[in-house]
């Protein structure tokens, strides 16, 4: 794929990483970027992390090769419908949000001729927002996940995984349900997890946590809204994988009613071996 | 307090870190460890947190001003209550240990006179094991909470006190169920929705995780010997907060299978704000 022009649609901390690196790495020519306000254009100008910005996405995308939207996965497949049918043909649609079936659901079957999606998640980012936080690595030996379905061009694919590996990523081509599923476990779960362990938290022992309660807790101070996003797009695998820790967490629980240390300590002992696999 | 020579029983992470910044710091003139391997013993001299080393508590305890058990806590009180006979009066025992009402009951009130015992918690520590993790600023800023009941000697807890900040500790006292309470919430409950969700990870999604799923499951490669023995120490206070956090779980839970993303925001957004209060 030659990519002259790349429009980003949301230029936050993934958006603006992405900016970064696609400049910085000749990946493309020249990066336009589509905020909602005009003070975060002005930002990712001065920042380096676009060459121009604009407030519209109609404008941008039709002279761009390849666009990628960065917006809560809430917005994602209503702006993909609505800039399509100002994309030339060859366009190459595709996205960063954190669920995947709905938003290809959504959009699969109702573009033009000749305009593609495809799927992606980049696995980076943090409970950190904005384009101060944007950074032209944070994509370096991460991976990314695109999503490919019978409906999905196969070059189409290639051709955005092409890209991503050119920001430094691995790239892993997966089914959307196939990617929700997972995220549910590596992601959602956790989330939830994070949130429910802090929000009981009684402010008078706040001077009393440590750094594991504050590694534990920390993706909880993520964005509330953005994550609503989420969790509603993915309920039903999130449900499924809530039901996965309470049915573990009784089973900790009844060895320690027991006052079965052995059943609990094989409990932390088969934990501590998953854990161990994957690094700091 | 002038103590002349203090004697570290178990010479791991803690104890290690003790040796150390007592050392460096000049708290103390001679440290003596106790462990129950020799090849630990001299590491632990080798790597200059000991003067010398012993493989048993009786000598050193002797002609030591202060001792302080490092060891696991379901160990501890037994060790104390052996090291106490052969103290000389003026003698101050103290410990390391996670959990405190259940072994400063076990404690309080078998001491020969004069020698006094002061639980104590130093909140710094983690998933790493081992006295080759030692470091003499393991305890600088951070808090060590030390416990007090009718039964404990005022003088005893202020001077254990000038020895934590002596290493460079801030001193904390409290009531040992009410640290045991505490402790729960901050670090047992946390450990616990950890070793869950490392857990139910199954085999083919260990390579998508990022990472908030290694900040969320750090804890989860602790010991789980040395853990299980926190657990069922500190079993009711645990099961307390268990209940607790399901309940939270159960409103997230609710809110998802309603659709009710006001309430699902409203959960995260409480969530967000206690985690922010508490730093990186």
């Given at each position: 794929m030659n990519v002259k022009t790349l429009t980003i649609v949301g230029v936050g901390l993934i958006g603006g990483s992405i900016g970064l690196a696609a400049r910085r790495r000749g990946v493309v020519k020249r990066v336009l970027g589509v905020s909602r306000d005009l003070a975060g254009v002005a930002r990712a100008k001065a920042l380096g992390i676009i060459d121009d910005g604009l407030l519209d996405l109609t404008e941008p995308v039709r002279c761009s090769e390849l666009v990628i939207f960065c917006t809560p996965v809430d917005r994602i497949a209503s702006q993909v419908l609505a800039a399509a049918p100002a994309c030339a043909p060859g366009t190459l649609l595709t996205d960063a949000g954190s669920t995947k079936a709905a938003i290809v659901r959504a959009v699969?079957?109702?573009?033009?001729?000749?305009v593609d999606f495809v799927g992606g998640h980049p696995l980076a980012g943090s409970e950190k927002r904005g384009l101060?936080?944007?950074?032209?690595?944070?994509?370096?030996?991460r991976l990314t996940i695109l999503t490919q379905t019978p409906r999905t061009a196969t070059k189409a694919v290639e051709e955005i995984a092409a890209f991503w590996t050119g920001l430094g990523a691995h790239v892993r081509v997966m089914d959307p349900e196939q990617h929700d599923r997972a995220l549910a476990l590596t992601s959602h779960l956790p989330h939830l997890a994070a949130a429910a362990l802090s929000a009981i938290l009684p402010p008078h022992l706040h001077?009393?946590?440590?750094s594991g309660f504050r590694d534990t807790t920390r993706?909880?101070?993520?964005?509330p809204a953005l994550w609503t996003g989420i969790f509603v797009q993915n309920r039903t695998a999130v449900l499924e994988a809530l039901n996965q820790l309470e049915e573990r967490l009784s089973q900790f629980r009844a060895a320690l009613e027991k006052g079965d240390s052995a059943a609990f300590d094989a409990l932390l002992a088969q934990a501590k071996k998953v854990r161990d696999t994957l690094g700091n």
């Amino acid at each position: 794929m030659n990519v002259k022009t790349l429009t980003i649609v949301g230029v936050g901390l993934i958006g603006g990483s992405i900016g970064l690196a696609a400049r910085r790495r000749g990946v493309v020519k020249r990066v336009l970027g589509v905020s909602r306000d005009l003070a975060g254009v002005a930002r990712a100008k001065a920042l380096g992390i676009i060459d121009d910005g604009l407030l519209d996405l109609t404008e941008p995308v039709r002279c761009s090769e390849l666009v990628i939207f960065c917006t809560p996965v809430d917005r994602i497949a209503s702006q993909v419908l609505a800039a399509a049918p100002a994309c030339a043909p060859g366009t190459l649609l595709t996205d960063a949000g954190s669920t995947k079936a709905a938003i290809v659901r959504a959009v699969e079957g109702r573009l033009p001729p000749g305009v593609d999606f495809v799927g992606g998640h980049p696995l980076a980012g943090s409970e950190k927002r904005g384009l101060e936080h944007a950074h032209p690595d944070l994509f370096q030996g991460r991976l990314t996940i695109l999503t490919q379905t019978p409906r999905t061009a196969t070059k189409a694919v290639e051709e955005i995984a092409a890209f991503w590996t050119g920001l430094g990523a691995h790239v892993r081509v997966m089914d959307p349900e196939q990617h929700d599923r997972a995220l549910a476990l590596t992601s959602h779960l956790p989330h939830l997890a994070a949130a429910a362990l802090s929000a009981i938290l009684p402010p008078h022992l706040h001077d009393l946590v440590a750094s594991g309660f504050r590694d534990t807790t920390r993706v909880a101070a993520g964005d509330p809204a953005l994550w609503t996003g989420i969790f509603v797009q993915n309920r039903t695998a999130v449900l499924e994988a809530l039901n996965q820790l309470e049915e573990r967490l009784s089973q900790f629980r009844a060895a320690l009613e027991k006052g079965d240390s052995a059943a609990f300590d094989a409990l932390l002992a088969q934990a501590k071996k998953v854990r161990d696999t994957l690094g700091n």
